[in-house]
């Protein structure tokens, strides 16, 4: 549910809406019975607020019909595909959340693309300047390589938002300038005329 919060926001007002929804609602059956104002106004930090109440309800919904409880274990003797297909087909889980439960929740081989992997691998080449994030996703899981998953993720996380910026990226000191195209396109057009 975590990840549903993390969508369209940054990780302190998605941390900030998940310990709120926690604090006013200890269980998950108490999200279900709650009015969905109170839903709303709990995580109303993480944004979209309306949006991800009625989504954070509808799964739960989804989830006791399945199982007749309020527990994810059924996903653990499931293989990731199957968990893929089971889940993507739920309203606010896209593969960005898919991959992010089969990597933080389920300790599998998946490779979330947020936005910040998105931009960095269009500006290295290694995503096609015209793909999106979602078909990122297909598209860089036979790149990565086995058990580096997690570290990979996290690493390029933390370069997009100290070095790779979507707004004044740190070429400067970026140790990847070199391979970038964002940057050879900026230096070719900066560069004065011979």
């Known amino acids: 549910m975590e990840t549903i919060l993390s969508q369209n926001t940054n ?24 009015k969905t ?6 995580i109303r930090p993480g944004g979209l607020a309306e949006q991800k109440a009625k ?4 799964i739960l919904r989804w989830i006791r019909g399945r199982e ?32 992010c439960l089969l990597l933080f929740g389920l300790g599998r081989e998946a490779f979330p693309v947020d936005t910040h992997i998105h931009r960095i691998g ?10 999106n994030a979602e078909k990122a996703h297909k598209w860089l899981a036979p790149l990565i390589p086995k058990r580096k998953s997690l570290s990979l993720h996290l690493n390029l996380i933390r370069f997009g938002r100290e070095v790779c ?7 400067s000191i970026c140790f990847l300038k070199n391979e970038c195209i964002c940057f050879h396109k900026s ?8």
């Open 11 to 34: 990780d302190r007002n998605r941390d900030k809406a998940f310990q709120r929804l926690k604090k006013r609602f200890p269980h998950w059956d108490d999200v279900l019975e709650a």
């Open 37 to 42: 104002h109170r839903i709303v106004s709990a």
């Open 55 to 58: 989504r954070l309800r509808e």
């Open 68 to 99: 007749g409880t309020l527990s994810l274990s059924f996903l653990k003797k499931m293989g990731s595909e199957e968990i893929e297909k089971t889940m993507g087909v739920l309203k606010g889980i896209g593969p960005k959340t898919v991959h």
């Open 122 to 131: 269009q500006r290295l080449g290694f995503i096609p300047e015209w793909m």
């Open 165 to 171: 910026k979507s707004k004044n990226p740190q070429c």
């Open 187 to 194: 230096y070719f057009e900066n560069a004065p005329l011979p």
